[in-house]
């Protein structure tokens, strides 16, 4: 471990030379991307207080079912905001700069093991939560689809029960080959030990 150590320390003072430094540097363009994605989250943040006031101003002329459907409107973009936080967070973390957060009362958990894997499958798992409450919200109001009043078709509600199935499916396929490509580094870790 110690040579490992030995070969980096001189590394880090030594510039770059101009093509690496170019290419290197060609991070900064992602910044933005993630401001744009900030700027996005807060037209969230209008949203969701644009949603909780037509509930709160509703609140008595609602039925039980349109009261729900609000409140998984709230969780939708709730959820959407968490997916845009891990995107801007773990990606400016992974692929542009660090963001120095070690020892900071409010640095999220999840950021001290972020990498380009972890980031794929908890995005993987929060695309499945969103379309999770969407299939729950078109279940719920599919029970017009009888009377012909509802927003759905049954081919409709089909559709979007495959894509949700498919959502799963990519998920389960990304860990599965995260955690084969895993395995294989560890493999290769321990024969080099030996």
Known sequence: MSAISDVRAPLKGRSLRPVPMLIFGSRWLQLPLYVGLIIAQGVYVVLFLKE??????????????????AVLGLIDVVMISNLLVMVIVGGYETFVSRLNLQGHPDEPEWLSHVNASVLKIKLAMAIIGISSI????????????????????ETGVMWQTIIHCVFILS??????????????????????VH
């Open 171 to 192: 998920a389960v396929g990304i860990a599965i080959v995260d955690k084969l490509s895993n395995d294989s580094i560890e493999g290769a870790k321990q024969q080099s």
């Open 134 to 153: 969407h299939l729950l919200r078109t279940f719920i109001e599919a029970g017009a689809l009888a009377s012909g009043k509802g927003n759905y078709t």
């Open 52 to 69: 909780l006031w037509h509930l709160f101003a509703h609140a008595f002329d609602f039925s039980e079912q349109q009261i729900m459907l």
